[in-house]
């Protein structure tokens, strides 16, 4: 098999988190459980499974996989006998402690052979349970997988419509990008792992926009992980993403017409769907009227602005990185494509508004307010980068619209980190174009000039501007004699210069 470097999570990590992009793409997942319709017999035998611990539990894991290795050769279980025993099994692996002979490359390959090899669907799918959780516990198991040469195998049952076989074999191959050297290329270039996947998109796609409801959990748990499987691949297969552009049409049926049951707007799986779309070629030609049809141009645009005004209040700090970075770098991608029409509508719910300038940009409840406080907040390095990509964007990418767009004190830190230089105007006020109004704005905050207020302090006194220079003067002087600047005080600097009056202690300024 051809050789690649080792894949680790970090990669995935460094651009959702997540995935969680806690990670909701990242191999972190629970356990596969056992189905509880059993017989009352077998129910009590998993339940006393339950309970095994030390070397009770090692022995039952012995005997166990000592019988289903005896099994391939000489067949030694009738075939309810075989399932019981890998649903016995499955109750062992959840926990990887004292059942150790699950996890050897023996063990593996057992599991792998009734999976992969058995006649019986039963059977197949029990084994497959058993090896999911095996390869999400123990990380070397991963690549003892990989080793044995499943690939095809695990391709052709991926091209089953069953929900339950697109839901195991997934989870399987995404375990397998990480912390192996599986070669992707190979799986999609030989196997078509492509074409299976858009396949399996399609169906799900269709399935939800029939007018029957979709009632089966397991829908969209195989949806789930048919989408965490493309974001790997396309994550860490560059290469090959032109092969997963037919994938996006149905995607974007998904996200603008599929009814997911979840409690917040990023939940499972609609998280996912939105994090496919990150790494796929949007601007591809073909798929231009899936995003903009010419019947609805604004409605996938819509839906994302809708879901990003939804998540801003149902996600805090510490999960708006791993939520909703991914989000905003497709709004940015679809904003980038869009038609000119399209274009103008995003910026109308994005780009601040009439109503934002009455106070200081960033300080009202608006969807644009919020954009602009996480453009500059230190909690969400990625998300606030992708933000002002966005903003800056949607500013024509020129550094007078942008700062008049947000204001010179949201603009500077990121023209200064493109090393942009600084509008002449920036400090001049201006009249916002697109108002309905020519009220001028402070170019510093974006706020209406004749909204702002101003703080009712009295005038300084003659006496107290000379002690705030005399101030002024020793402070300097104690940095300089310090070290901490390099710089001449500039009070010194006036008087050698001749440009230090001293006043008589009887002058009097001048009052109109």
């Not at 003659?462 to 500039?490: D, H, Q, Y």
């Amino acid at each position: 098999m051809t050789q690649q470097p080792s894949r680790t999570r970090l990669g995935l990590r460094r651009i959702f988190s997540s995935s969680n992009f806690t990670s909701r793409t990242s191999s972190e997942e629970s356990p596969i459980l056992p189905k509880m319709a059993q017989p009352s017999q077998q129910q009590e035998q998993l339940a006393v499974a339950a309970t095994l611990t030390g070397s009770d539990k090692l022995a039952a894991v012995t005997s166990l996989m000592n019988k289903l290795n005896q099994d391939l050769t000489t067949i030694s279980f009738l075939p309810h006998q075989r399932d019981a025993a890998l649903e016995e099994l499955k109750i062992y692996g959840r926990d990887p402690r004292n059942a150790d002979p699950i996890f050897t490359k023996e063990g593996i390959e057992t599991l792998t052979r009734h999976a992969f090899n058995s006649p019986s669907s039963t059977t197949s799918r029990n084994a497959l349970r058993c090896l999911c959780n095996a390869l999400l516990l123990r990380q070397e198991t991963r690549q003892m997988f990989v080793d044995l040469g499943y690939e095809a195998k695990a391709c052709n049952k991926l091209r089953n419509d069953n929900r339950e076989d697109e839901f195991l074999v997934s989870r399987i191959l995404f375990l397998t990008t990480y912390n192996t050297d599986t070669s992707l290329v190979e799986i999609i270039d030989k196997h078509h792992l492509a074409d299976i996947i858009v396949k399996n998109l399609e169906r799900h796609a269709r399935l939800h926009t029939s007018t029957a409801p979709v009632t089966d959990p397991m829908e969209e748990m195989a949806l789930t992980e048919t989408l965490k499987l493309l974001f790997n691949i396309t994550h860490y297969c560059k290469e090959r993403i032109s092969l997963f552009t037919t994938a996006i049409p149905h995607i974007i049926t998904l996200v603008c017409k599929g009814v997911f049951r979840t409690q917040k707007p990023l939940d499972p799986p609609i998280g996912f769907l939105v994090n496919a779309l990150l790494n796929l070629n949007v601007g591809a030609k073909e798929v231009q009227g899936s995003l903009y049809p010419n019947n609805e141009p604004n409605a996938f645009a819509e839906r994302l602005v809708d879901l990003l005004d939804r998540s801003r209040t149902e996600y805090n700090d510490s999960e708006l990185e791993s939520s909703l970075t991914a989000l905003v770098g497709v709004i940015r991608a679809t904003h980038e494509h869009a038609p000119d029409d399209v274009k103008k509508s995003m910026r109308a719910h994005l780009l601040p508004t009439e109503t934002d300038r009455n106070k200081v940009l960033g300080r009202s409840n608006s969807l644009p307010s919020w954009l602009l406080k996480n453009s500059t907040n230190p909690l969400t390095p990625q998300l606030r980068e992708t933000i002002s990509e966005l903003l800056f964007d949607m500013s024509d990418k020129d550094a007078s619209t942008f700062v008049d767009n947000v204001g010179y004190g949201f603009a500077s830190g990121f023209l200064f980190s493109r090393n942009l230089s600084i509008p002449k105007n920036a400090s001049e006020a201006f009249s916002d174009d697109q108002s309905s109004s020519s009220r001028p704005i402070n170019p510093v905050t974006g706020q209406f000039l004749d909204n702002e207020t101003h703080p009712d302090v009295p005038e300084m006194t003659e006496a107290e501007r000379e002690r705030e220079a005399e101030r002024l003067f020793v402070l300097f002087e104690r940095l300089r004699t310090n070290g901490v600047i390099s710089v001449e005080n500039p009070v010194r600097t006036a008087v050698q210069e001749g440009r230090f009056e001293e006043l008589p202690d009887d002058y009097e300024e001048d009052v109109d």
